[in-house]
């Protein structure tokens, strides 16, 4: 009995197998090549979803572009991805920062995300051009702004999602050079060509290595700085500066935080696919799940306390404010869409991510991920339809004193919601053709500085620590 | 950055337990100045108790002053023993071993002083004792449960008795430790307090497992404290400054900023006063300033979300306030010195890794970290109650009397009474945790260089 | 009445094989264990460590923090239905924080209890034991319902290089 319960554990919690550095560079590498027929069928899904999309984008564009109540399923939509695409390169960031082991293989796969900021850029424009001036009808709103001019925030979150979106690409690149030199030398074709202008003369001396650590700290501290930023403004500007009397300084850190929960959930399935689909059980363990199970975790948990801190105060307050500021936001029109949000977000997610054996799984883990999304999807509309919903005439009032009635999607917005997101997936997709989903270099990493060994009796793993 | 030493364990005991073994020569001097100290503080405390709260300088407008912001500020140095002792212990960081049982310590004693305070503040203390327990069930009157003022002291209660347990579940090891190494009376406590430990794989295994399931369940618990401490001041929309849904995890990650600060301070301490060289390295302070780096940017950035949403508002009475509390005297002073104190000055040495390795100022850093975040507590709450508008009819100016700042005095005297009190009897560094390090870690070769690594048992 | 005995190490390799030789030699796991003054990996000295069931305290602990505190928080509004600046009698919101506060407190309590019980402590009779455990040796101590066995758990001991053989 003991012994059977013994080969269970050995089974369960077998280290990760070493591989060769060679095997290594020559198996991602061909990762990149012989995509499988599910591939290319998804492929086209996604992109044809994708066109469409942003076809009707313009369509709705020519034929909504001047009613700013119309726009808050896109308005929910740049959020969304704002969170998902700005929050997932966070994973390629800040356990590095901490200098983490398990992250090492899959760095790459959470940075490639970065690229899929150029969607959210995308749907940000016809914002950009609906959003109203700081002054209508004679009186200037409230914003962060104060007596800046007019179109400040138009400027302003702009930039800041071009940083974000330029940032992010530099932190992918920056840890990219190595692997862009492992193309160069083992695949053949466009890649190759592509690999050897992108390496820049890679070839791995100590000068070389010391400088791209330096920058891969540089540019992820950047990234995290310029991704709260855009966080603030986009949710101040875009949002909260959009509703008379709504005043909530918790709002920008909830956005953010949730977005990190987003884009932990976004790697867990990228992950997973990956994985399974691309046959890299080798270098994708267990332990990376259960690490991000864990991290996924505590940012549920995060949400519910970002959450109920701001509500209990403006629950306790009581003012025309926040009352008007609960309604709105909570009680009124959008009471199911923050039920489930709530379920999604929070309820559902702590109950499958709690148990051990979920988190050292890929399947539970990967479907808590899908309610994750759903969750965030469900709660950015829950902030921002109702946000954008406010007429022209009243955005500058003292406070919200008519609830506007409940705006449902139309056609245009749920193809355009859908393309967005095939958008961010396809990219992600068709990045992986271009460089190695897993980091050669780090797996290789991750394989010299960790080895199984039998310490005395027993297993463990040795993990050296060389920072 | 970690530096493995050989330190066998008869040498670890032998220096660890210097404290309790032996009695270090400045110990009694040092704990009989202190015991005065507290011992004029709870003079004071009595005779405020027996005069009223009319011996303090509060008044209307300014109903919570120093004894507040002094609440707050303990409760927020009580938030270091988790941050170190389980976040640390959940990510399996080495470096937290020579820190964790001082770190937890404080909390436990920084809690207990804090509790003193919201009690001194009742006009009548000994009511409080009345409606607590047994519930005044006759007369059908209960504690309101919706008040902030309720909730405080459920909410530092579990923190304080979930900490306390924390301290002595990890405590017994050492306690079996103790009751090998000593005789007499001193023997017989030992074993009745180690429970009969022994040692073997059953009680290791629970000590690790527990431990982790311990940090995890504390962790919510140390969140939630200071959130519902802040909410005593976020849920009132009277005050100015005061109603912002900022202030719960501004003031968690506040506590943590000045309770890191605080495990600083006392580790510097603890090093210098029991020769603790070879186990309070510079490492240690290196890693801890390079945590107090992220962990104060990330209280600027709450600071400013803050101050831009106050004014964000385009209220009146509120954007008076922030011109009172930045530009008059002698608030602006109070400002400014909170400002550099709490960061300006602290955060920009400590990007330098000459700063951070170097004790003594790491030392002195963090002691500027504290005054800057008491000053913070300070600016929070007195200003928006300070603020002279029509229909107080007062015209002084908030003062503190020298009642408020002898009890003010008499609870750091209280604090570091309290731990020395405990190193008497109990290490201060947890014996087990830097034998583990011991065993858990090696170094390893990889080519030529000497790389230090981590035993990682399967999970 | 049980007799035990214990074998002392100074390094953990000639304690590993006085493990295996007591394992070999036939002796039911759960009568033989090892004592340490350091944890050390788990399975390290081939020891056999059942199941624990620490999990169960803290969801029991939470479970009756709960109760108690909806009861305590939902009875002391309605008994004394005083409004409060505006809000219900019964203010579910109000009261979520104490019924937090007091699930955790419980679950806490819960657990501390569950570790002591399950390290089977306290026990005021711990058995033979040498005070050299804690500055660094090993012990492995066996436990006999009959002396025949004392002997042969001798040799094991000894084959494997203990340094003292203590008897209880």
Known sequence: ????????????????????????????????????????????????????????????FINQGDDSTKWGY?????????SVAGGAPMVAMAPVMAKANWVRPITRIASLFSFASVVTLIMLIPLVAILPPLVTEGARRRTIWYAAPDYSPHFWTTLALVMLLGTGIMLFYSAALPDFASMRDHSTGWRQRLGKRLARGWVGTDVQWRTLRMRIGMFGTFYFLILVFANFLFTTDFGQSMVPGWRDAILPMYHTVSGFQAGVAAVVIALYFSRKYMKLEKYIHLDAFWSLGRLLFALTLLWIYFFYSSFIVFWYGRSENDIATLNHQIKGPMIWAFFGAMILLWFVPWWILIWNKVRRGTTAMVMGSFVI?????????????PAWSVPGDQIHEKWLKEIPATYWPDIFDIVIMAGGISLVAFIVMMMTRVIPVLSVWQVQEFNLLSKPIKYIRGHATLVAKPD | MQQRRELDQVYTNRKLLNGQLDTPKWWLPTVSILGVVVLIGVVVIAIMVNKGLGVTGLARPVYWGLFITTFVFWVGISHAGIMISAILRLTQAEWRRPVTRAAELLTVFSLLTALVFPLIHAGRPWRIAYWIMPYDVSRGIYPNIRSPLIMDPVAISTYLTGSTL?????????????????????NAMYTVLSLGWRGNPRQWKMQTVGGILLSALMLPIFVSVHSIVSWDFAVASAVEGWHSTIFAPYFVIGAVHSGVSAVVTMMALMRWLWKWDDFIRPEHFDALARLLIVVATGWLAFTFLELTFALYGQDAPEIALRE????????????????????????????????????ALMFWTSILVNIGMWLERFLIIVPGLARRTPFVYTWEAYRPSPVEWTIFIWSFAWVTFLMLLFSKFFPLVPLFEQKESQVFTKDVMIGRAKVPAIVREAD | MSKSILGLFQQPEPAADAMDGLKEAGFELGTFDVLTGTPYPEGAFGEYVPQHRLFRFPAFGAIIGFTLSVFLTAVTQLAYPMVTGGKPIMSIFAMLIIMYEMTMLAGVIATVVGIIFESRLPNMQPGIYDTRIT?????????????SKVADAESVLNKAGALEIKHA
């Not at chain 1, 896109?74 to 704002?82: G, H, M, Y």
Request: glycine share 6%.
């Open chain 3, 135 to 147: 500055e660094g040796w090993i012990g492995v101590v066996i436990t006999f319902d009959d002396e």
């Open chain 1, 74 to 82: 896109v308005a929910a939509l740049v959020s969304f991805l704002l």
């Open chain 1, 1 to 60: 009995m003991a012994s059977q319960a013994v080969a269970h554990e050995a089974e369960h919690h077998a280290p990760p197998p070493q591989v060769a550095a060679d095997v290594i560079s020559t198996e991602l590498v061909a990762t990149t090549t012989g995509a499988s027929g599910r591939f290319k069928a998804w492929v086209w899904i996604l992109g044809i979803l994708s066109i469409a999309g942003i076809a009707a984008l313009v369509i709705k």
């Open chain 2, 166 to 186: 924390f301290l002595y579940i990890a405590l017994l090891p050492d306690l079996g430790n103790l009751r090998d190494r000593t005789t007499g009376w001193k």
């Open chain 2, 324 to 359: 009172m509390q930045m530009f008059q005297w002698p608030w602006n002073a109070l400002f400014i010195i909170f400002f550099l104190t709490a960061y300006a000055i602290p955060v920009p040495m400590w990007l330098f890794k000459r700063v951070r390795t170097n004790i």
């Open chain 1, 373 to 385: 999304l759903l969750g965030l999807m469900l709660d950015r509309i829950r902030m921002f339809v």
